[in-house]
């Protein structure tokens, strides 16, 4: 390893469909070493079996829901790498209830729920990483288009999206001086686990080609390679934003 490699840790594998997988696919071609992390036991092996396809990768356990569990993975990280240059945050997550029906149903638990794992664990995971970015870095979190406009039974995770784009911008703020970038990516939709088990899904993914200025859906490979571009040199003067990777669907009116 060369002591120019840039370092990333990236939150949020389950399996190959995943963004988090895309994105590490993309960072390691870039020439990044990374720390790639999975919530839990039962999607570890799935994990390491990817992991282990990109040499020097290393894969951790992190359930973002766990004060702990952060303080634990950041230790191990500083002791293994001590400098870090780039965070991916991948992870979203709404009880499957608040994810069917009226938005006016949604519950105290299931708001807590969707915005402790989708919007606080970036605030957590962008403050413990901060002071490991010695040389300036890039955080990157995923969202969607349904932060800003109904999307019926996204539901609280409209609202938890639109939470996170504005912590986005809370976080480039204060980290700014220290050269550290904060911006999201709006994905368009793509069939992914936390996509499947959607009821319509492949109606939304049929009528979103259909009106998309390019006449398809996003590839997941396109969303990796703009989070590798929002992490390298050629991103040096973009924070805080939001930038859309969907096809061209937001610009449309009619
Ligand atoms: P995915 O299911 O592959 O990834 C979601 C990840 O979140 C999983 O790895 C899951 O383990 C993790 N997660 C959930 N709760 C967690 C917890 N408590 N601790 C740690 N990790 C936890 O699905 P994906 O589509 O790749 O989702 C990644 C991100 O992309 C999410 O933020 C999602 O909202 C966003 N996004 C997805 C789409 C889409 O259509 N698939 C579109 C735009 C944005
Ligand atoms: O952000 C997402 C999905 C996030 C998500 C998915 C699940 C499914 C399993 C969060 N929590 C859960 N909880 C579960 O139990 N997307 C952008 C994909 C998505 O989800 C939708 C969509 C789209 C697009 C839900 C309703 C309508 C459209």
């Known amino acids: 390893m060369s002591d120019t490699q840039k370092t ?6 389950a399996n190959k469909r995943s963004i988090a ?9 870039a020439g990044w070493r990374l720390a790639i992390t999975y919530q839990n036991e039962r999607l570890e092996q799935e994990a390491k079996d990817l992991i282990a396809d ?14 702990e569990q952060i303080a634990k993975l950041f230790e191990e990280l500083n002791s293994r790498y001590g400098v870090l240059h780039g965070l991916v945050h991948s992870v979203a997550f709404a009880p499957a209830e608040e994810l069917q029906g009226d938005f006016f149903n949604t519950t105290r638990e299931g708001f807590r729920i969707a915005h402790d794992i989708s919007v606080y664990s970036l605030i957590a995971v962008a403050r413990a990483a901060a ?9 990157v979190t995923l969202t969607y288009y349904g932060a800003e406009k109904v999307v019926p039974r996204y539901n ?3 609202v938890a999206k639109a939470a996170l784009e504005a912590s986005v911008r809370y976080l480039a703020n204060d980290f700014g001086p220290k050269a550290i970038r904060v911006n999201a990516i709006s994905a368009g939709p793509i069939k992914t686990l936390a996509a499947r088990g959607i009821s319509g899904l492949g109606d939304m993914l049929k009528s979103h080609a259909e009106r998309a200025p390019m006449k398809r859906n996003v590839d997941p490979g396109e969303v990796g390679a703009t989070a590798a571009f929002l992490l390298s040199e050629a991103g040096s003067g973009i ?3 939001t930038i859309y990777v969907d096809c061209g669907y937001n610009i449309m009116g009619f």
């Open 239 to 241: 924070t805080g934003e």
């Open 156 to 158: 609280v995770m409209g």
């Open 21 to 29: 997988w895309a994105i590490a696919q993309k960072l390691h071609a």
């Open 8 to 13: 990333a840790v990236i939150f949020g594998l």
């Open 131 to 139: 002071p490991m970015m010695t040389s300036g870095g890039g955080i």
């Open 54 to 67: 990109l040499p020097g990768a290393a894969g951790f356990m992190c359930d973002v829901s766990f004060d």
